[in-house]
C-alpha cells in the first residue's frame, strides 16, 4: 500500500516539473506585424470607439427628446387648468376639455397624415422661393417608417421625432380656444381643429422647420440629408427655434380671426367676468413652465449643449416677465395681483420660444422683460378695440409671439448656435473674428457647412435678421388670421350656425349644456335629469321662454347693492317698477337679470328707469335672448 502512495505522489512530481518545464521554455519568436497590419488594427478599434459613442449619443439623446415629449404632453394639461381657473365656474370642464380632446382628436389625426404633410418632401411649391406643404405615401399612418430610422444629420429616431412633433400640432389649436371660451360648442371646435391643423398649422411648420431629411438625395451635396431647409421660411433665413410663428403667432392670430368671427359672450365689455379660481390658473401656469423647458430645450434635435443653453434663456425670460408684468401692473393698478404674474410667465415663455436656442442667457432675460410690459399693454387695449378675446390668447400668445420673434433678430449670436446667425447688438468685430476663425482651415479640410456660414457671416448686417424676422412674422400673422376666419366661418356655416352655443346655454353653462357633467364638483359627476331653470313668481312650470336682459352704464357693485336694499323690507312700499319686475325675475348674474314670463320690452323699460333713478345715472337695458 505505501509502495503504491510513492509510486502516485512521484508520478504527480514528475508530471509538474515537466509543466514547468514546457512553460519555461522560449516560444519561436512571431514576426513584427507591419505597418499595414498596424493601421487596420487601429482602424478597427477607431470604428468600434465611434460605434460605441454613437450608440451612447443615441441612446442619451433619445431619453432625452423622449423625456421632452413627456414634459410637452404635460403642458396640455397645464393649459386646461389655467384657462379652467380663468373662467366662470360654470364652464370649467368645458373650457378644460376643449384643451384635452385635442391629444385625442389631433394625436390620431398627427399619425394618420399631419406628421407627413408637416415634414415630408415638399409637394406645393411658391415657384423655386420654397415648399409650401408636404407629402409622400409612406407617411399615411406611417406605414412607411421603421423603428429604427433616423433622421439624418441628427441623432433622434424619426418616431421620437414624430412623437415630440406631435404635441406641439396638439397644444396649438388648444391655445386658441382660450380666444373664444364660453361662447363655443364642444363638437364644431373639434371639427375647427381638425381643419385648422391640415390647413394652417401643418403649412406653417413645413415652411419653417422642414428640411430634406426624407429627399432620395439631398438638396446641397456636400451638407448631405438634413442639411436644407425646404420651406418657404426656413429658405428666407427665418429663426424660430421652438415654435415663435408656427404655434404662437399663429394660434394668436386664429384665435383673433375667430374671436371676430363669432359672436361676443353676453355683456362684453360692460360686463367684467371674474376667474372662478386663480388656484388653479397659477398651478397651470406652474405647469406651463414646468413642461416649457421640454418644449424649447427638446427642440435642440442635433445639440444638447443647445438644449442647456435654451433651457437657460427659457427659466429667465419667464422670470423676467412675470416680475415686469406685476410691475407694470403695479404702477397701472396700484396691486399686483396673481392672474398678472401667471400670464406674465407665460408671455415671457411665449417671447423666448423662438429665440431660446440663438441667444445668451441674457437675452432671454431681456426679451422677458421686454415681452412682460408689452403683453400688459396689449391685453388692455382690447376693451377699447372692442375684440371679445376671452383668455387674453391673442394679447399672450400672438403679440407675445410675434415680439418674440423679431427680438429673435436683435439678441441671436451665431456663437450660440451655428445654424443661426449674428444679430443686431452682435458688434461687427465679433463677426469678423468668427469669419477669420472660419478661414484659418484649409481648404481641402474646409467642409460644406463651414462655407455655408463664411458666406451667411459675410453677408451679415445689423439689421438683416431684424428684417427676415420682420417679414416672416408679418406672414405667419396674415396666414393665420384669414385662412382661420374663413375656416370660423365656414364652419359656422357648416353646423347650423352652431359653432357658438345659443345665448341660452351660455347662460346655463357650458359644462351641463354641451356635456351633461359637472365641471367643478367633487360629489357625482353626472347628471341625472336636466336640472330646471329656477321658476318666476308669476311664471307657471315649463311655461313661458326666458330671456336675459343686461344693464349697461352701472358697476356690477353698485347693481347688487342696490338690488340687496330694494329686496329689504321697509316702512316704503316697492315702486311701480320694482312690482313690474319682480314677478318674472328668475336669477340675476353681475349685471345680468334672467326673467321668464312677462313682456321683455316693458320689463326692460322698467328696469332700466329702476336704476335711473336708485343711481342717478344713466343705465341702457338690453334683452339679449
Not at 429673435?408 to 469678423?432: H, L, R, W
Amino acid at each position: 500500500m505505501k509502495r503504491l502512495l510513492f509510486s502516485l505522489v512521484g508520478f504527480l512530481l514528475l508530471s509538474n516539473l515537466s509543466s514547468l518545464h514546457a512553460q519555461a521554455a522560449p516560444e519561436k519568436e512571431k514576426p513584427a506585424p507591419t505597418i499595414a497590419e498596424l493601421a487596420e488594427e487601429l482602424k478597427k478599434v477607431k470604428e468600434e470607439a465611434d460605434t460605441a459613442i454613437a450608440e451612447a449619443k443615441l441612446g442619451g439623446h433619445n431619453a432625452w427628446m423622449l423625456t421632452s415629449s413627456a414634459l410637452v404632453m404635460l403642458m396640455v394639461p397645464g393649459l386646461a387648468l389655467f384657462y379652467g381657473g380663468m373662467v366662470q365656474r360654470k364652464n370649467v370642464l368645458a373650457t378644460m376639455m376643449e384643451s384635452m380632446a385635442s391629444l385625442s382628436v389631433v394625436g390620431v389625426f398627427w399619425i394618420v397624415c399631419g406628421y407627413g404633410l408637416a415634414f415630408g418632401p415638399s409637394v406645393i411649391q411658391w415657384g423655386d422661393a420654397g415648399g409650401l406643404i408636404g407629402w409622400h405615401p409612406k407617411f399615411f399612418f406611417l406605414q412607411g417608417v421603421e423603428t429604427t430610422d433616423i433622421l439624418p444629420a441628427t441623432s433622434t429616431p424619426v418616431y421620437t421625432h414624430v412623437l415630440f412633433q406631435g404635441m406641439f400640432a396638439i397644444i396649438t389649436p388648444a391655445l386658441i380656444s382660450g380666444a373664444i371660451a364660453e361662447r363655443i360648442r364642444f363638437v364644431p371646435f373639434t371639427i375647427f381643429s381638425i381643419l385648422w391643423v391640415t390647413i394652417v398649422y401643418c403649412p406653417l411648420a413645413h415652411m419653417v422647420w422642414a428640411f430634406d431629411w426624407f429627399y432620395d438625395k439631398p438638396l446641397d451635396e456636400g451638407l448631405g440629408l438634413g442639411g436644407s431647409a425646404i420651406g418657404l421660411l426656413g429658405k428666407w433665413g427665418a429663426l424660430d427655434f421652438a415654435g415663435g410663428t408656427v404655434v404662437h403667432i399663429a394660434a394668436g392670430f386664429a384665435g383673433l380671426a375667430c374671436s371676430l368671427a363669432l359672436r361676443k359672450r353676453i355683456g362684453f365689455p360692460s360686463h367684467v367676468v371674474r376667474p372662478n379660481s386663480m388656484v388653479l390658473t397659477l398651478l397651470g401656469a406652474g405647469l406651463l413652465w414646468f413642461g416649457w423647458f421640454g418644449f424649447n430645450g427638446g427642440s435642440a434635435v442635433a445639440s444638447n449643449f443647445l438644449a442647456t443653453s435654451a433651457f437657460a434663456a427659457t427659466q429667465a425670460a419667464a422670470a423676467a416677465a412675470g416680475l415686469s408684468w406685476m410691475l407694470v401692473e403695479y404702477l397701472h393698478k396700484g396691486k399686483p395681483t396673481a392672474l398678472g404674474l401667471a400670464s406674465g410667465i407665460v408671455a415671457g415663455l411665449v417671447a423666448v420660444t423662438p429665440a431660446a436656442g440663438f441667444v445668451y442667457i441674457w437675452g432671454g432675460l431681456i426679451i422677458g422683460l421686454i415681452a412682460g410690459a408689452f403683453c400688459y399693454g396689449a391685453v388692455q387695449v382690447k376693451s377699447i378695440l372692442g375684440y371679445d378675446d376671452t383668455l387674453d390668447a391673442f394679447g399672450v400668445h400672438g403679440i407675445g409671439g410675434f415680439l418674440g420673434a423679431i427680438l429673435t433678430g436683435v439678441f441671436c449670436f451665431y456663437s450660440v448656435n451655428s445654424m443661426g446667425t449674428d444679430g443686431f447688438v452682435t458688434p461687427e468685430a465679433t463677426v469678423k473674428k468668427q469669419i477669420a476663425e472660419l478661414e484659418k482651415k484649409a481648404e481641402p479640410d474646409r467642409s460644406a457647412g463651414d462655407k455655408a456660414n463664411i458666406a451667411k457671416l459675410k453677408d451679415w448686417t445689423p439689421t438683416g435678421q431684424v428684417m427676415i424676422q420682420i417679414k416672416a412674422s408679418i406672414f405667419s400673422a396674415l396666414f393665420a388670421f384669414i385662412l382661420s376666419y374663413a375656416l370660423a366661418m365656414g364652419v359656422q356655416v357648416m353646423t347650423g350656425f352652431n359653432f357658438s352655443t345659443d345665448l341660452n346655454s351660455e347662460s346655463e353653462g357650458l359644462d351641463e349644456t354641451e356635456h351633461g357633467e359637472t365641471g367643478f364638483d367633487f360629489g357625482t359627476t353626472f347628471s341625472s335629469a336636466k336640472a330646471s331653470a329656477p321658476r318666476s313668481a308669476l311664471s307657471p312650470p315649463n311655461k313661458g321662454k326666458g330671456y336675459i336682459i343686461a344693464l349697461d352704464g352701472p358697476k356690477e357693485e353698485d347693481v347688487r347693492k342696490v338690488w340687496s336694499d330694494m329686496c329689504q323690507a321697509g316702512k316704503t312700499p316697492p315702486s311701480d317698477d320694482f312690482k313690474k319686475v319682480y314677478p318674472y325675475l328668475t336669477t340675476i348674474n353681475g349685471n345680468k337679470f334672467k326673467f321668464r314670463g312677462g313682456d321683455p320690452n316693458h320689463i326692460k323699460d322698467s328696469l332700466s328707469s329702476l336704476f335711473q333713478k336708485k343711481l342717478n345715472t344713466p343705465v341702457k337695458a338690453t334683452v339679449e335672448a
